[in-house]
């Protein structure tokens, strides 16, 4: 016996040490739960991150656009001319009115972190026979390199953007059949062109991006996309991504933009992550149930079994509060040992899976996450799950009556 | 003349209280047990002896009547002062010796005190061993409870019942179970523990030869006491 045990804790132990099997089988149960729990939110926290981080280096967090054009009815006189279809007009690239001085006021807010204006818009990428539709985006590479990390996503050349250069991404390479250094022929709908040379190839990690999205100097877009000394977006960084939204909407009240943040943009993911925690809490409900009914059911039993032992204990002058105690300490252990074991085992079922599922290119699903917190909080749960679920058992071996328990 | 260690006035005791089948199985009992007395409890079977002695042991309480332990009242005592009185004046041995399975015979030994300071001291655990040695038991200190002879683990249970130095040891039919040489062996322990420690017994038998051996012996007949005086 442990010296510094006191009795209780002495006599829990005992018990479970001696109804082994018991003790095993409600353990293992309890295990196989928590490594569910634990997986399944250490995977989920993962794939969060994962995207989070994606969005962060490759999207601005708030956008800010030039209001849409709205369509007026058509009026004669003080009336609406009967039947008149209104037609939501077809958008121009329009350049955001007194941008200079909203980006100040941008700058100024202590909320947001890098800004940068850029202009965007669509053109036809040539080389040869062979031409595709593309997304241009000028900018300017100081500041915007801060909201995505273009040189991150390098496959071949560098990200430089002098005013005769362009970054493209790898599918649209591979369609025009072009590498670093050749030249493409850009046209614009203003029928204005330029060649460029291809400075530095990305893969921006879809499809649709690499084969659409191409980066040039702010001035060279102006000058395609007929916008001299305009631009069509801000991007903004901020402080707090999850404060984004709130502060898109302060913005867009008191400046005439539209502002859209990154939540708002990816709005289907985030409805995504709710339900899926939505299921995730029912899941972690329904296991904290069985696991409590489990350690109830096996504690009431051996209480029984017990019984004998119990009814000695009482004769020789132990108190009610100590077999109480005795009993809830015991469901505490199973829910603390079965939480360890659970932790261990959902800890490497998640670098199993880590190592063995795989994107298509071989780059992890999701980035191993074993947060500590996790373990702590699934331990400290289940222990006090276990206490829980003890507290009837424990009460019945409390009040056992010694006489009846000797006699029996 | 020596003190009262325990005096009964008029207990009564009935089951089944306000119900149709209410039984009185004790009638207004009287006994008084001196210190260091040996007494033998003897009645045919069903004639409230074991009831008799879970009143006096404080695991029950008497329908009516009083109870005094030391010259104290234990009627007025609520449920934890006679949990702690039990502790520290009464040691109980039973006729199925009842050992707690998950300890060893040494640790059973402990256990009284362990559960009375709370923690195993090495003076709990000296104790023990100085306890097992005077039963005659070193040899199987550290047996699981169960991994011993019949004889064996009702002295290891006469160990425990003393393990608290208590004023009084009720033992109910502690040889009952046992061939009849082990049986003899256990009652000369209890006797040899009487005359050197002080300790006053009680002690249900139905073994009359045992019983002679008592300084006293009370017959117990349908919940009354029939006959009493020295063997
Ligand atoms: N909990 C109870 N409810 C109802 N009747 C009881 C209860 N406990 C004991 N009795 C009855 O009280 C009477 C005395 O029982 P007790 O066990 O004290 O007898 P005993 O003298 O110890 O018998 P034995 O020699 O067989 O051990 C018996 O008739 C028994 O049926
Ligand atoms: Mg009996």
Redesign the pocket.
């Known amino acids: 016996m442990n010296r510094w045990m006191p009795f209780e804790w002495i006599a829990a132990i005992r018990f479970l040490k001696e109804g082994r099997l018991q003790t095993m089988f409600i353990v293992s149960g309890i295990a196989i739960g928590v490594a569910v729990i634990v997986f399944m939110s250490a995977m989920l926290a993962g794939l969060q991150a994962n995207f989070i981080k994606r969005v962060l280096t490759s999207q601005p967090q708030i956008q800010l656009l030039a209001p849409d054009e709205v369509a007026r009815p058509l009026r004669r006189g003080a009336k609406e001319v009967d039947a008149s279809i209104i037609q939501r007009p077809t958008q121009r690239i329009l350049s955001i009115d007194q941008w200079p001085k909203i980006r100040d006021q941008m700058l100024a807010m202590p909320e947001v972190t890098v800004v940068s204006p850029t202009v965007s818009g669509s053109a036809l990428a040539v080389r040869g026979e062979a031409s595709r539709a593309i997304t241009i985006t000028g900018m300017d590479p100081v500041v915007y390199f801060k909201i995505v990390r273009l040189p991150d996503y390098i496959v071949a050349g560098e990200a430089r953007v002098t005013s005769d250069d362009i970054i493209v991404g790898t599918e649209l390479a591979k369609d025009l059949g072009a590498s670093v250094g050749d030249k493409l022929n850009v046209e614009a709908a203003s029928s204005a062109s330029r060649v460029l040379t291809i400075t530095g190839i990305v893969d921006l990690g879809s499809k649709g991006a690499n084969s659409r999205n191409t980066y040039v100097a702010l001035r060279t877009a102006q000058s395609l996309l007929n916008l001299i000394g305009g631009v069509t977006t801000i991007d903004l960084t901020v402080q707090d991504i999850y404060a984004a939204e709130t502060l898109a909407q302060e913005i867009q009240a008191s400046i005439p933009v539209e502002a859209d943040s990154w939540i708002k943009t990816n709005a289907q993911f985030f409805t995504a992550v709710h339900a899926q925690q939505t299921t995730n809490t029912l899941i972690r409900v329904f296991v904290g149930l069985s696991v409590a009914f489990g350690i109830a059911a096996v504690l009431a039993v051996s209480v029984i079994q017990r019984s004998k032992d119990i009814g000695i204990l009482r004769a020789m002058g132990t108190s009610r509060g100590q077999i109480l105690r005795v009993f809830l300490i015991q469901g505490g252990l199973l829910g603390l040992l079965g939480s360890v074991f659970g932790s261990a085992m959902g800890a490497a079922a998640l670098v199993f899976w880590h190592n063995y599922a795989r994107q298509v290119d071989g780059s992890e699903l999701f980035p191993l996450i074993l947060d500590r917190a996790l373990f702590i909080a699934s331990a400290v749960l289940a222990t006090v799950t276990g206490v829980a679920a003890a507290i009837t058992p424990a009460l019945r071996a409390a009040n056992l009556d010694p006489?009846?328990a000797i006699?029996g | 003349m020596a003190e009262e260690i325990l005096a009964l006035d008029k207990v009564c005791k009935a089951?089944?209280v306000g119900t149709l089948?209410e039984?009185e199985?004790?009638h207004d009992i009287d006994l008084v047990m001196r210190r260091s007395e040996f007494l033998a409890l003897m009645?045919?079977?069903?004639?409230?002896?074991?009831?008799?002695?879970?009143i006096i042991g404080l695991l029950d309480r008497p329908t009516s009547g009083h109870l005094y332990i030391n010259g104290q009242d234990t009627s007025a005592l609520g449920e934890s002062e006679l949990t702690r009185l039990r502790s520290h004046s009464i040691g109980f041995v039973f006729q199925y010796h009842y050992l707690i399975s998950a300890f060893t015979a040494l640790e059973n030994v402990m256990m009284p005190m362990l559960v009375d300071q709370g923690f195993p001291t090495p003076a709990v655990e000296g104790r023990a061993a100085n306890l097992m040695e005077q039963v005659g038991l070193t040899s199987v200190i550290n047996n699981l409870a169960l991994n011993m002879s019949g004889g064996q683990q009702q002295r290891v249970a006469v160990a425990r019942a003393l393990a608290m130095n208590p004023d009084l040891v009720l033992a109910?039919?502690p040889t009952g179970n046992l061939d009849t040489k082990s049986a003899d062996g256990v009652f000369e322990l209890l006797r040899q523990v009487n005359q050197q420690n002080g300790t006053t017994f009680l002690i249900?038998t139905?073994n009359m030869d045992l019983a002679r051996r008592c300084d006293r012996i009370i017959e117990?007949v349908d919940?009354r006491i029939h006959a009493a005086g020295k063997a």
């Open positions: 006489v009846v006699r | 089951y089944n089948v039984t199985v004790l009645g045919p079977s069903g004639s409230g002896k074991s009831t008799l002695l879970n109910d039919e249900v139905h117990l919940g």
